[in-house]
């Protein structure tokens, strides 16, 4: 496609459980960042990739967060034991290189952990 | 990191009215993006705009590096318009930071 695509649009889980988010970015962008969005609030950064490496995962509240981009292309946003203030839209966005060029967002994954 | 601030937070106007979002910015900046949030939850890309103006139709931005703010533009506002406007802004290699958002609601 030609946009930035995340699956599931929606997840819901317990409390407890282990969730894997995806993202597919634009073909060819070379950059990908991962963004939290609570209700009311604008997106918080969370970590981002330059091709497969890990550039900056300052933004991950603790260890229960991780995040890899194995091939360079899809990544996974992988949350274990998750909690309810865990709920919240997660956003993933491309660019085509890291410094002078614009973020591209998907549409986001709703997280409801009950 | 860089600060970003957006103003007004909350904007309520009628059909035909035009409106002005103001995004101040703390530090110098190589990305300064402007987003429509919709009602739907979807965050469209509106203008990158580092520095200098651009127009989409309807709508415009301009941002003055220098000073360290960026405007956007609203002419002819129309319901569909409504939802909540983000500023995002980044400095070197940092990361992009969010203002909190302009919420505007477009009445018939």
């Known amino acids: 496609g030609a946009g930035v695509s995340q699956s599931p649009r929606y997840k819901v889980t317990k409390r407890g459980q282990d969730v894997a988010l995806r993202c597919d970015p634009i073909s060819g962008h070379v950059s990908l960042y991962w963004y939290r969005q609570a209700l009311g609030q604008g997106p918080e950064f969370l970590t981002y990739?330059?091709?497969?490496?890990?550039?900056?995962k300052s933004g991950l509240p603790n260890d229960r967060f991780s995040a890899e981009r194995p091939e360079g292309s899809i990544s996974t946003l992988t949350i274990q034991r998750t909690e309810q203030r865990d709920s919240a839209m997660y956003r993933c966005?491309?660019?085509?290189?890291?410094?002078?060029?614009?973020?591209?967002f998907g549409n986001g994954t709703r997280l409801t952990v009950t | 990191g860089i600060q970003v601030e957006q103003s007004p937070p909350d904007l309520i106007l009628q059909e035909g009215a035009n409106s002005t979002l103001r995004c101040n910015f703390s530090d110098s900046v190589n990305n300064l993006q402007w987003f429509h949030q919709n009602p739907w939850g979807q965050l469209i890309n509106l203008f990158y705009i580092p520095s200098g103006t651009k127009q989409n139709g309807r709508l415009s931005a301009t941002t003055v590096a220098t000073e360290r703010y960026s405007l956007l533009y609203i002419s002819s506002s129309q319901t569909t318009d409504s939802g909540v406007y983000f500023c995002?802004?980044?400095?070197?290699?940092?990361?992009?930071?969010f203002g909190t958002g302009t919420r505007l609601q477009v009445f018939p």
């Open positions: 990739f330059n091709y497969e490496a890990q550039q900056d």
């Open positions: 966005a491309s660019s085509p290189t890291g410094a002078n060029s614009p973020l591209h």
């Open positions: 995002a802004a980044k400095a070197g290699a940092d990361k992009l930071i």
